[in-house]
T-cell receptor, first 112, second 112 residues
Framework: ETGVTQSPTHLIKTRGQQVTLRCSSQ?????VSWYQQALGQGPQFIFQ???????GRGNFPPRFSGLQFPNYSSELNVNALELDDSALYLC???????????FGSGTRLTVV | QKEVEQNSGPLSVPEGAIASLNCTYS??????FFWYRQYSGKSPELIMF????GDKEDGRFTAQLNKASQYVSLLIRDSQPSDSATYLC????????????FGAGTILRVKS
């Protein structure tokens, strides 16, 4: 059984640029959620994808967007990067019923 | 706003003692609750989940849930220095998509 993999592990971008983060879900999981974790805080829900459709969104602006592919892998895109977007971005996969959100190792994004 | 509250700590306990971590939640619709351990710079690692009132034990860990009081706790028996980490409490909610709402985490320090 493969776990959740995220790429890249670290990334440095300049304010105003765009970034794409990638996530491969755990085998057997069809739901992918993205979270943002700022330093010293708990993860904050960005959005969730199920069957290639967005299935819920947290309090994040439209410049945060995503995709889910037929193999259940997913991308998170952030446009017009701001300094406050610097955080650990976590992908979690689960079955539709929940019970076991498996997190990937995360992508550390630094915006300078 | 659905919230999960935790004491940020740090909670310091001597090696071999019992560490008690607490969490309250505001969404009465939440049915499942999760405890994650997060080492500095790493992604959250699931320790336990609980969805029935009462206690659930797994090795040195015991999760307790009281839905009437909207209270979740995690007890760690025979605490070890390797247990030193941030412990995140999360409630699963179906508000705006199935997702986890996290507390800010409690820092646990186990002193040898």
């Amino acid at each position: 059984e493969t776990g959740v993999t995220q790429s890249p592990t670290h990334l440095i971008k300049t304010r105003g640029q765009q970034v794409t983060l990638r996530c491969s879900s755990q085998s057997g999981h069809n739901t992918v959620s993205w979270y943002q974790q700022a330093l010293g805080q708990g993860p904050q829900f960005i959005f969730q994808y199920y069957r290639e459709e967005e299935n819920g969104r947290g309090n994040f602006p439209p410049r945060f967007s995503g995709l889910q592919f037929p193999n259940y892998s997913s991308e998170l895109n952030v446009n017009a990067l701001e300094l406050d977007d610097s955080a650990l971005y976590l992908c979690a996969s689960s079955s539709w019923q929940g019970y076991g959100y498996t997190f990937g190792s995360g992508t550390r994004l630094t915006v300078v | 706003q659905k919230e999960v509250e935790q004491n940020s700590g740090p909670l310091s306990v001597p090696e071999g003692a019992i560490a008690s971590l607490n969490c309250t939640y505001s969404d009465r619709g939440s049915q499942s609750f999760f405890w994650y351990r997060q080492y500095s710079g790493k992604s959250p690692e699931l320790i336990m989940f609980i969805y029935s009132n009462g206690d659930k034990e797994d090795g040195r860990f015991t999760a307790q849930l009281n839905k009437a009081s909207q209270y979740v706790s995690l007890l760690i028996r025979d605490s070890q220095p390797s247990d030193s980490a941030t412990y995140l409490c999360a409630a699963e909610t179906s508000f705006l998509g199935n997702k986890l709402v996290f507390g800010a985490g409690t820092i646990l320090r186990v002193k040898s």
